[in-house]
Protein backbone atom coordinates (compact mmCIF):
# COMPACT_ATOMS: atom_id res chain seq x y z
CA UNK A 1 0.00 0.00 0.00
CA UNK A 2 0.82 3.48 -0.56
CA UNK A 3 0.63 6.23 2.36
CA UNK A 4 -1.24 9.45 1.35
CA UNK A 5 -1.38 13.00 2.53
CA UNK A 6 -4.19 15.22 1.30
CA UNK A 7 -3.97 19.13 1.56
CA UNK A 8 -5.40 22.36 -0.10
CA UNK A 9 -9.01 21.83 1.19
CA UNK A 10 -11.08 24.79 2.57
CA UNK A 11 -13.22 27.49 3.28
CA UNK A 12 -14.80 29.48 -0.48
CA UNK A 13 -17.68 31.33 -1.67
CA UNK A 14 -19.87 29.83 -4.99
CA UNK A 15 -17.30 30.12 -7.87
CA UNK A 16 -14.34 29.94 -6.67
CA UNK A 17 -11.96 27.77 -7.38
CA UNK A 18 -9.48 25.26 -5.40
CA UNK A 19 -6.90 22.93 -5.78
CA UNK A 20 -6.65 19.62 -3.50
CA UNK A 21 -3.47 17.90 -3.54
CA UNK A 22 -2.36 14.02 -2.57
CA UNK A 23 1.05 13.43 -1.74
CA UNK A 24 1.76 9.72 -2.25
CA UNK A 25 4.87 8.25 -0.15
CA UNK A 26 7.08 4.98 -1.70
CA UNK A 27 8.55 4.87 -4.93
CA UNK A 28 5.62 3.12 -6.95
CA UNK A 29 3.32 6.28 -7.05
CA UNK A 30 3.25 5.43 -11.30
CA UNK A 31 1.62 2.17 -10.52
CA UNK A 32 -1.39 3.11 -9.19
CA UNK A 33 -4.44 4.43 -10.65
CA UNK A 34 -5.40 7.48 -8.37
CA UNK A 35 -8.36 8.58 -7.32
CA UNK A 36 -10.79 11.54 -5.43
CA UNK A 37 -14.06 10.59 -3.77
CA UNK A 38 -15.70 12.96 -0.99
CA UNK A 39 -18.65 12.49 1.30
CA UNK A 40 -20.89 15.28 2.75
CA UNK A 41 -22.47 15.29 5.59
CA UNK A 42 -25.06 12.51 6.43
CA UNK A 43 -24.09 10.73 3.19
CA UNK A 44 -22.37 7.50 2.14
CA UNK A 45 -18.85 8.28 0.14
CA UNK A 46 -19.15 9.24 -3.79
CA UNK A 47 -16.93 9.04 -6.23
CA UNK A 48 -15.31 11.90 -7.96
CA UNK A 49 -12.51 11.92 -10.00
CA UNK A 50 -9.78 8.97 -11.16
CA UNK A 51 -6.79 9.08 -13.20
CA UNK A 52 -4.80 6.38 -14.45
CA UNK A 53 -0.92 5.16 -13.61
CA UNK A 54 0.35 7.82 -16.65
CA UNK A 55 -2.56 9.93 -16.66
CA UNK A 56 -3.78 9.17 -20.47
CA UNK A 57 -7.30 8.04 -19.25
CA UNK A 58 -9.38 10.21 -16.60
CA UNK A 59 -12.96 9.67 -15.63
CA UNK A 60 -15.39 12.26 -13.39
CA UNK A 61 -18.73 12.24 -11.67
CA UNK A 62 -21.45 13.55 -13.74
CA UNK A 63 -22.54 16.03 -11.09
CA UNK A 64 -18.20 17.34 -11.26
CA UNK A 65 -17.55 16.90 -15.34
CA UNK A 66 -16.55 20.27 -16.18
CA UNK A 67 -15.85 22.15 -13.67
CA UNK A 68 -13.07 19.26 -11.83
CA UNK A 69 -9.92 18.25 -13.42
CA UNK A 70 -7.89 15.63 -11.92
CA UNK A 71 -4.17 15.18 -12.47
CA UNK A 72 -0.57 13.43 -11.41
CA UNK A 73 2.61 14.10 -11.46
CA UNK A 74 4.75 11.27 -11.16
CA UNK A 75 7.74 12.44 -10.59
CA UNK A 76 6.66 14.20 -7.80
CA UNK A 77 4.81 11.52 -6.38
CA UNK A 78 1.43 14.06 -6.44
CA UNK A 79 -1.84 13.88 -7.48
CA UNK A 80 -4.16 17.32 -7.97
CA UNK A 81 -8.17 17.88 -8.28
CA UNK A 82 -8.42 21.23 -9.42
CA UNK A 83 -11.79 22.59 -8.37
CA UNK A 84 -13.50 24.81 -10.54
CA UNK A 85 -16.95 26.82 -10.53
CA UNK A 86 -17.52 25.20 -6.96
CA UNK A 87 -20.77 25.15 -5.79
CA UNK A 88 -22.42 24.13 -2.01
CA UNK A 89 -23.16 20.87 -2.88
CA UNK A 90 -19.59 20.57 -3.10
CA UNK A 91 -19.28 20.64 0.77
CA UNK A 92 -17.90 17.66 1.73
CA UNK A 93 -14.67 15.85 3.10
CA UNK A 94 -12.63 14.85 0.20
CA UNK A 95 -10.27 11.57 0.05
CA UNK A 96 -8.08 10.94 -1.95
CA UNK A 97 -7.00 7.26 -3.01
CA UNK A 98 -4.64 4.73 -4.66
CA UNK A 99 -5.31 1.54 -6.27
CA UNK A 100 -3.94 -0.85 -8.83
CA UNK A 101 -6.99 -0.17 -11.07
CA UNK A 102 -7.97 -3.73 -11.60
CA UNK A 103 -10.74 -3.90 -9.51
CA UNK A 104 -12.73 -0.60 -11.11
CA UNK A 105 -11.62 2.80 -11.15
CA UNK A 106 -14.67 4.30 -10.13
CA UNK A 107 -15.83 2.64 -7.21
CA UNK A 108 -13.90 2.44 -3.80
CA UNK A 109 -13.82 -1.51 -4.44
CA UNK A 110 -11.19 -0.39 -6.60
CA UNK A 111 -8.77 1.64 -4.20
CA UNK A 112 -7.04 -0.01 -1.08
CA UNK A 113 -4.85 2.86 -0.03
CA UNK A 114 -6.75 6.26 1.46
CA UNK A 115 -5.73 9.40 2.90
CA UNK A 116 -7.32 10.98 5.93
CA UNK A 117 -8.97 13.45 4.31
CA UNK A 118 -9.49 17.60 3.68
CA UNK A 119 -12.71 19.52 4.31
CA UNK A 120 -14.21 21.76 1.59
CA UNK A 121 -16.66 24.29 2.41
CA UNK A 122 -18.37 25.67 -0.23
CA UNK A 123 -20.44 29.36 1.11
CA UNK A 124 -23.62 30.94 -1.10
Known amino acids: QVQLVESGGGLVQAGDSLRLSCAASGRTFSSYYMGWFRQAPGKEREFVAS????????YYADSVKGRFTISRDNAENTAYLQMNSLKPEDTAVYYC?????????????????WGQGTQVIVSS
Open 51 to 58: ISWSGGRT
Open 97 to 113: AAGRGSLGVTTESGFDS
